[in-house]
């Protein structure tokens, strides 16, 4: 396993490319079974969840081949020779269950493992049954597999989702395409991934309404052409990078970035004041007068701030003037770099879904350890801007949505380097 070691070096200066969105594409690659015309991605990520769901897509007999370094994806799935998605290929990753609505709608018949827990939670999927039995699937769990049915093929239905789920939106979004009649999604979600969605299955030829609002209404076609979509750009790759020169100090533009995906996040930036400018190339982020303000976080669905960008604003938190109250209401268990902060001289007290952050002047670097994708990202966030060197360990956590970390930001004048397990 690889370690990052990252050492503080002071103010960042320079422009970091900011690539497609890992949470749009995973939702975008499954879209290619609702058809048996090729679907092409452009400025796809590359980062290893892709891989897999590259991988799942393929154990279902669908083509995937990766076109300029990965950045664009032709995938096509004329016929699938196999109904279901394997345990070890989904427990590597929740966003297998994705697979589950667009092999349904299209085929009638789907086995998909549940995908279990993961480090910040349970992650239950019920919402993402109950909306497609809302549609008349069967379902029965078995073995650790949903075994779904839809012997006449799927039909419109009325989903009104009690929380608001990610996942369970683009399940039912995909599922209900192809379903006869009208179905519509009350409580659904928000976020600009489902929104790229939507648009990729518009270019498809689906009939959906309402997408970026609380009710997605979508009118069942016969079937879906191909189409060639471009990924959305990444908000929680675009919010990590913009805590770069917030936690060191200097000025970074970040090439693509869009002030529409972070308004929620950029609210707070400007509240810990941190100025973030749009420019013709994206977004240009820098602290305005040296000290950051600690300021309050709740996390909340879209357009709230959002809980993949909770465990980097507590990096910055922890050197702010004052003291910061972060509340995670998403996921039971999200503090997990709390405890690694705390090894760096952070102080952190975490009771329940709430952590109280007392800033300090500086934090000082020492050997931690990832234990998720963004905690990882967090403990480097904290590593620039500490004093001496931070080595992190088990950084596959990071493979899995960040692409070039070390390349990108050794390009604004951070000192940081990726080694093999010594
Ligand atoms: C998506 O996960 C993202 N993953 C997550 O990003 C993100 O944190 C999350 O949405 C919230 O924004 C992908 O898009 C691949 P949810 P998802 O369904 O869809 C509960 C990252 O770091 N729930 O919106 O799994 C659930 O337990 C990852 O990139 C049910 O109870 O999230 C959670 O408490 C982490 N039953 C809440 O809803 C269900 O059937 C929100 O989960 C589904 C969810």
Redesign the pocket.
Known sequence: MDSIIVTGNGPLKGQIPIAGA??AC??LMPATLLSEEPLTLTNAPRLSDIKTMTTLLQSLGAEVSQLQDGQVLVMSSHALDNHVADYDIVRKM??SILVLGPMLARDGHAVVSLPGGCA?????????LKALEAMGAELELKDGYVHARAPGGLRGGMVDFP??????TENALMAATLAKGTTVLKNA?R?P?IVDLAHCLRRMGAQIEGEGTHTITIQGVDRLGGATHPVVTDR?ELGTYMLAPAICGGEVELLGGRIDLVGAFCEKLDAAGISVEETAKGLKVSRKNGKVRAVDVVTE?FPGF???LQAQMMALMCTAEGTSVLEEK???NRFMHAPELIRMGANIEVHGGTATVKGVDRLKGAPVMATD??ASVSLILAGLAAEGETIVSRVYHLDR?YEHVVRKLVGVGAKIERVSDR
Do not use: M, Q, W, Y
């Not at 910040?120 to 993402?128: E, F, K, M, S, T």
């Not at 929380?163 to 369970?168: E, K, N, P, Q």
């Open positions: 890992k949470n995973l939702t929740r966003a910040i939670g349970a992650r239950p999927v019920d919402l993402h929380i608001v789920s990610v996942g369970a979600a976020e991934e929680i669905p959002p809980t993949d998403i996921f039971e994708l963004r949505g």
